[in-house]
Every structure is written in C-alpha cells, then in structure tokens.
C-alpha cells in the first residue's frame, strides 16, 4: 500500500496533538485561560460525559439502557502532591459508592498517576488499595489504564501487587508496544481483566509499532486471539471496523464466557449496537472530570476526521 502526502500529512497532524496532550504546561495554560479554556471544552464535550459524578451516572444510565455495561474513569493524569491524590482518590470512592447505590452495570477505571503513583510509588499503591477495597465491596471491577511507556514497568509491578490481595483488579495493554508479547504470559497468570488497546501515547519505533501500521493491526489481531483462546477475562477495546469483524468470529468460537468488546463514548454507539444484536457481550468506556486535556488529544489524534470535527465543535456554542 502506498503512503500518500495526505497520509503524511495526517501522521504529522496526530503526532503533533499526541505530544501537545502530554505538555503540561500547555495544559495549564489552557485551564488559566478562560477563552482558551472555553474553546477547548466545546471540543472535549464530544468525548466525555461532564465534569461530575452526577454527569458520569447519568450516562452510565443511558448506556445500561442501550443494552450495554459502562466502565467509568474519573480522568487524570500526572498528580504531583499527595494531599491532592488522597483527594482524586476520595472522588473514586465516592463514584464506586454512587455507581453501587444506582444499581449500574459498571467498572470503575484509573490512571495511577492520577492517585500518587508519580509522586511516591508506595502512595500510589496505598491509594490502590482504597480504591480496590470500595470496589470489592460494591461488586465493580477495577480497570487500571496504561500511561506513557515511562511508566509501564511501575504500573505493571502495581498491579502485580494488587493482584495478590484482589482477584477483580485489571489492567490495560497496548498492543502496539513490542514488549506487550512477553507481558501478556505474565499477565494471564494473574486474576483482573486484561483490557486490549492499541496504545495512544507516544512512542519510538524501537520499542513499538507506528500507529496505524500493519504490524500494529497484525500484534492486535495476535494478542486478541491469544486472550480470547485462554478464556481469560478480556476487553477487545477498539473502535477499528476491520478488527471488530475479524475478532468477533474468533471470539464467538473460542467458547469464552468472559470476552467482551469496548468501544469509547462519543465515537458511536454503532459498533457497540451491533455486536449486542450478534449476542456479543458490549461495553462503554464513560469518563468524566475537568482533566480531559490528554483525553481529547488523544481522541482526536487517533482520526484526521476528528480534526476537522473539533474545528467545527470549537465554533459552535
């Protein structure tokens, strides 16, 4: 297949919002800047459900309506003081709490650096804990997200030690990291759910697949089969049509009971929709919150299309 200067042209684009999603200050900037902050927000609202709990529940009632379970994620990233992560944390708590007393068909998913992991490994840990503890409580399963690959050895050595404690304790892959192949062994020998993503962060060629490349599509398509087959709890969370229809086969035959496919909200409904009609178990990934810088970069990079959309939703009040 040959590579068009619009296709360079849209790798160029998305590289650049991948790596404007995890400047810091930029994201500062734009949170301080009431008119900066007010455009941005019209774009994020495509993408996430609001910036409470009470946002998060009600989408989650409308995704449990539309026949599919939700998984929720208070959004953020990069915490740097620990009396701010124990009160994130708090946040999750209470989500756990509200989601169990609504009777919601939901998990509840974070990022760790979100509860203290990049200010204190130990912190990030015990925040975990308390987290782990109020989901167990209510039922919900606990998805750990992955970050930047920085950070993929802590976030795997956390939940390593999570999962000696708790058995409903998952974790996010990224198919397109080459070393996901010799993780995912370790992985299927512990209990949680393993939630399948390409990888939106960056990342060098060294040590992943570039995104949108065939040999992205190919480790996905691998490590889908190789989950489904152990019949190991898993999430196929992907938006790609081509992979749904080549995956769904694989995983109606496999004979699983614990597969389900993901989709993100706000990209449509669609896939989902159809896949419950095919008897596929379904899910909604709902996240919330006034840090959705990073998300929505992210969201955006993944489509050129979504590009063009954001310059129309940023004009539009």
């Given at each position: 297949m040959s590579v068009t200067s619009d296709d360079l042209a849209a790798r160029d684009a998305a590289a650049a919002l991948r790596t404007l999603a995890l400047d810091e200050e930029l994201k500062?900037?734009?949170?301080?800047?009431?008119?900066?902050?007010?455009?941005?927000?019209?774009?994020?609202?495509?993408?996430?459900?609001?910036?409470?709990?009470?946002?998060?529940?009600?989408?989650?009632?409308e995704t449990n309506r539309s026949g599919h379970a939700a998984t929720v994620d208070y959004m953020g990233e990069s915490c740097r003081d620990a009396d701010e992560a124990a009160r994130e944390t708090d946040v999750f708590l209470d989500l756990s709490r509200r989601l169990a007393g609504a009777g919601a068909r939901s998990s509840v998913s974070?990022?760790?650096?979100?509860?203290?992991?990049?200010?204190?490994?130990e912190l990030g840990y015990r925040q975990a804990?308390?987290?782990?503890?109020?989901?167990?409580?209510?039922?919900q399963e606990m998805i750990i997200s992955m970050e930047g690959t920085d950070r993929t050895d802590a976030i795997l050595r956390l939940h390593r030690r999570l999962c000696a404690r708790f058995t409903h304790v998952g974790v996010t892959v990224q198919a397109r990291l080459h070393r996901t192949g010799t993780d995912l062994p370790?992985?299927?020998?512990?209990?949680?759910?393993?939630?399948?993503?390409?990888?939106?962060?960056?990342?060098?060629?060294?040590?992943?697949?570039?995104?949108?490349?065939?040999?992205?599509?190919?480790?996905?398509?691998?490590?889908?089969?190789?989950?489904?087959?152990?019949?190991?709890?898993?999430?196929?969370?992907?938006?790609?049509?081509?992979?749904?229809?080549r995956i769904a086969p694989v995983a109606a035959a496999?004979?699983?009971?614990?597969?389900?496919?993901?989709?993100?909200?706000?990209?449509?409904?669609?896939?989902?929709?159809?896949?419950?009609?095919?008897?596929?178990?379904?899910?909604?990934?709902?996240?919330?919150?006034?840090?959705?810088?990073?998300?929505?970069?992210?969201?955006?990079?993944?489509?050129?299309?979504?590009?063009?959309?954001?310059?129309?939703?940023?004009?539009?009040?």
């Open positions: 500062r900037r734009v949170s301080d800047d009431p008119a900066l902050h007010a455009v941005a927000h019209r774009v994020a609202r495509r993408y996430i459900a609001g910036e409470g709990v009470d946002d998060a529940l009600r989408v989650v009632a974070l990022d760790l650096s979100h509860i203290g992991l990049v200010v204190d490994e804990v308390r987290i782990a503890e109020a989901t167990a409580g209510h039922g370790r992985l299927l020998d512990l209990p949680g759910r393993i939630r399948l993503v390409k990888g939106a962060y960056p990342a060098a060629e060294a040590i992943a697949h570039p995104r949108d490349s065939q040999g992205l599509r190919e480790a996905y398509l691998t490590h889908a089969r190789t989950l489904l087959e152990s019949g190991h709890p898993v999430s196929i969370a992907t938006h790609d049509r081509d992979l749904l229809d496999s004979g699983s009971q614990s597969y389900e496919f993901e989709t993100l909200l706000g990209l449509g409904r669609d896939h989902l929709d159809r896949l419950a009609a095919a008897g596929h178990p379904t899910r909604e990934y709902v996240v919330f919150g006034d840090q959705w810088w990073l998300y929505t970069c992210n969201r955006i990079a993944e489509d050129p299309i979504r590009l063009l959309q954001a310059l129309v939703d940023a004009t539009t009040a």
